[in-house]
């Protein structure tokens, strides 16, 4: 009886009854578990071209109670979709706080970095590059753990000479921003596991009113993502609860670089302007 | 003649000539090139018994009209002290604007945290996290490029149950914050090139408060580091105009996954609660 | 027949056929508009010891569809409680575009102090003080058009010493706020019409752990009055669509006035250590 | 012997001796003391035709040290020019701590509405509304005690429709903002006593780049008033150790009152744009 197994075990269990259609569903829940992860069972059917309903028979056939069981299970074999809390009480029971968590750490962003480098679609980059360089005006969008990247983003952005600003909070102030967009503009969003609602949002606004939408996000089969024009994606595996942001961070210097090589008459102008600023302010050190 | 050649040549031409104390000097100088970048007569002249005189007329002495010139000779050979504009005019001149961006940028970030993992002490590393587990409040201090890094690190001693507050803006509100520190209070400061006067001079005033500082810095010899308690230093390398972030908030998650391991009851006590409160928002999409 | 007029007409048309509770209902939401406008049917019944059932029919037997439409019907009496839209739309109709905006503007605000000032409970505002004065740690709550008044506020007690801190986006980050309170802290929430959900949330978070909360608000029945140890209301009429922070920002300046009053040697302690830090830096340009 | 007493009593004693120029130079002090206070020596002297040399002799002539010293004598006796630290000591030893605190406040806060309402110039007001609808694009300047006032105009300029942002921080990311002002950007910078020095370097950084500057300050003659083209002043007397802001804050909302009729269609279109955002969103306890 498989009932108590992994979803890997209730399938190889139960397949050999399944009609074509659940033969269908059953390949494609194992075969894009991120996608699971975050759709609802309206959504999944739709891929197979089956209903909702016979999503949820399919989970309850298999012993789960519902669709929403399923996709639990579906999340517990994701480490990416643990909770911190789950994910630190996992950490804990298995690695002993060892002296080696430096080397753990910086290993492990150097695998997210070769990760992301590996996932990045060029024909992709580069028409984003496009849709950058022609707005005229650049949001960048991200909160809670996404809102160091967005501040990092936009600023960068401006110093290069792009009309670009940050949307951290995620709050009432963004909801008037987000009424104000329009097809000169340009939406940047940022956005990471247990996804913001607000994001996601203004990434919709965005939509309505005819501006553009570049994702940058953890999966692309996230909720951002999947909205977007554009989007691309960074590893942000932890070594303890957190996610690391360092590979996005990586991700989005490489935006920076070729948007300097893109633009470099307006990049030299900016940075000229910037420099002179610098200079003739009391703040930083070495002038 | 080497009174037009660089610095080493000049040296070289002259060394013959040279007295006890300026051949110290020479060595000193050529063997610590980012300590001169940002030092001053006096204080380079102290390091090897002279007067802050003797400097100047050493520099003379090499052709350089006094000792500033000879300090921005040393820093035209540190690539890491180009302003951007500076170091945009030279990579526009050198790089062409090829596809393979983004693998330099990616394999430039993996050598920035190669770099930075074989500089941290763990001796220093160890005294550093007793510091930040002993404090009763941390305040996270950066401004311009570190703003996000500081941003991130707050967030991050949050979510894990520390008192931590960023302090991003380097203005008047800083003013009131540097006036209340005490010694229950510890500085964790944030620092690149071009560094700001705003942030060491919240480190100064923590010193004088009583106060401990952690620095984070791309120069064990910077500013910031000179007077912080704890040093610690992360590879800034960038392929166009701009510093990277990346091995920094790489060194941020060292110092947040080691100190979860360290405090893992109020770790996941503190998990526990801000999971609570995302379940019980509208704010998270997976709730 | 009433079933077209307003509330008032409606209840004048049918409270002669109305039982004892009926009669109460109708008297409670003719003398309660505000509450009623943010009310429940629930909370409303509970006022007068009737059920929601009895609210709804109540309001049926007046010709509305439920009570929501009732809501509607006390809304569009108040004026307090339109939108920014409908405001504007109103005055537009009414108000010629004259030049004698400023003097009315100005005199509205005065009248907008006199409201608030006549409506101050000094036993009130002396347990509020007390409650401050307590803390160890404050946090001064309000998003969108209240954030303003959130920034002052925390702003001028960390002048005079207080421990304050403002979470002014209502998003992610203040979740992580509202994870961390305690019995030694103090919530101070400031929330005005179109309340912001966020707003209200953290100050039931600070309930649950323990925190005492006080509101300042626009009505002394605002969702976050009612969930307040202590409430404060400050008068808030504008001209044209907008609400006017005048008279809060007064209000503001009472609890820090008496506040200085309250800890003398506490005050002069810090506007010291903070005149100091001022004189120190080169920030301002009288020192 | 007049060596002690105040500058009035000072210049009384010596007036006899004064040449033609001395008698112009005394009389264009004591009617203009707050030009005085922050205006340097050479400023002075220009007002009546006399040197530097000759306004630093004058104030040696009256016992003076120099002409720093005179400048102290004459802020000590403008009550707005004292510091924080000043006031407080000076009520702290006149006022009792009297419970009626709260009515101080207000009636002081209606006597600054009073006094700013009666400053305001109409044909000023209306060049600098006419300023603020032809800007494509509107910076909000303050920091500090200026910040929160700052942070409503922009979002008051914002739910109107206009391109509005906020600086608030004073640091290097206003420098950044600084060095991308051109002729189609309008400034509008807030400031009050101990003028903050980045505020009046954006302005004059506005001048340079050719964008308009409007001023809201508390003097006509305080330092951003100076470079402004167009200024506006508020009364800010505080009844114990602070500035007020209330009547600064009326004077903000007399401007967005102003330019809602101005300008109605964008209004109500852009009221209508956030209204909808509102209403979407589950961020407000009203939809």
Redesign the interface.
């Known amino acids: 009886m498989a009932r108590e197994g992994s979803l890997e075990e209730r399938i190889a269990a139960y397949s050999g009854s399944f009609s074509r259609k659940r033969k269908r569903l059953a390949h494609f829940i194992l075969s894009n578990k991120y996608y699971v992860s ?1 759709a609802s069972a309206g959504q999944v059917g739709k891929q197979v071209g089956a209903s909702a309903a016979t999503v949820v028979r399919f989970a309850q056939s298999l012993g789960y109670e519902g669709y929403s069981q399923l996709q639990a299970a579906v999340r517990e074999e994701l480490p990416g979709y643990l ?3 789950e994910r ?2 996992e950490r ?1 029971a298995v ?1 002993p ?1 060892s ?1 080696d ?6 290993h492990t ?2 695998i997210n ?2 990760r ?2 590996s996932s ?1 679609s ?1 024909v992709e ?1 580069e028409a984003a590059l496009d849709a950058i360089v022609d707005a005229d005006r650049i949001l960048v969008v991200g ?3 996404s ?3 967005a ?2 983003l936009a ?2 952005l ?4 792009f ?1 670009a ?1 940050a949307a ?9 921003d ?3 967009l329009d097809p000169s503009m340009l939406v940047i969003a940022i956005d990471l ?6 994001t ?2 203004l990434a919709n ?1 965005a939509r309505h009113h005819g501006a553009a939408v570049i994702a940058i996000t953890d999966s692309a089969v996230s ?1 951002l993502a999947q909205v977007a024009d554009y989007a691309f994606e960074a590893a942000t595996d ?5 996610l ?4 996005l ?2 991700l989005l ?2 935006f ?3 948007l ?3 633009v ?1 008459e307006q ?2 102008e ?9 200079r ?7 002038e």
């Not at 932890?238 to 957190?242: L, R």
């Open positions: 975050v909770t911190a809390l630190m009480g804990l690695l706080p002296g968590i430096p080397q753990q750490v910086f962003d150097i970095i070769e992301t480098a990045l060029p980059f909160c809670g753990l809102a160091p990247a501040l990092f600023h960068s401006r110093v290069i000479g009309d600003r951290l909070d995620g709050g009432l102030a963004q909801l008037v987000a009424a104000h596991w247990r996804y913001a609602r607000s996601v949002e606004a909720p932890g070594v303890a609860h957190s690391s942001l360092t590979a961070m990586s210097n490489v920076v670089a070729a300097s090589y893109r470099p990049t030299v900016s940075l000229r302007r910037v420099d002179m600023a610098y003739k302010s009391k703040l930083l050190l070495t």
